[in-house]
Nanobody, 125 residues
Framework: QVRLVESGGGLVQAGDSLRLSCANS????????MAWFRQAPGKEREFVAS????????YYLDAVKGRFIISRGSADNTVNLRMNSLQPEDTAVYYC??????????????????WGPGTQVTVAS
């Protein structure tokens, strides 16, 4: 069974940076696309960024393009999200997700089979 676990969330000030990490502690998978989603209170879960199984292709929500960077970790089945110039509207629970298949263009939550429990990111103004 795949077990994704996020780390790196916290409380920061507007303009600060954070780095989220996600690792799989369960059954390993190979060459799978991974993604980050977020969910703010009272809102639906939304796509933030994704990366293909090879790491060659990345996709971003327009609102984070140029501020966030998704990357594959040095270990298999890991993914990171570097978040720069954080704003209060970035406050949300951030979820790591993985899917069977190496293409990362899908942005719908239903395209991803595996999910972590989430990590809270709070940006104070």
């Amino acid at each position: 069974q795949v077990r994704l676990v996020e780390s790196g969330g916290g409380l920061v000030q507007a303009g600060d940076s954070l780095r989220l990490s996600c690792a799989n502690s369960g059954r390993p998978f190979s060459n799978s696309a991974m993604a980050w989603f977020r969910q703010a209170p009272g809102k639906e879960r939304e796509f933030v960024a994704s990366i293909s199984g090879s790491g060659a292709y990345t996709y971003y929500l327009d609102a984070v393009k140029g501020r966030f960077i998704i990357s594959r970790g040095s270990a298999d089945n890991t993914v990171n999200l570097r978040m720069n110039s954080l704003q209060p509207e970035d406050t949300a629970v951030y979820y790591c997700a993985a899917r069977n298949g190496n293409t990362a263009s899908a942005r719908a939550t239903m395209a991803y089979e595996f999910w972590g429990p989430g990590t809270q990111v709070t940006v104070a103004s």
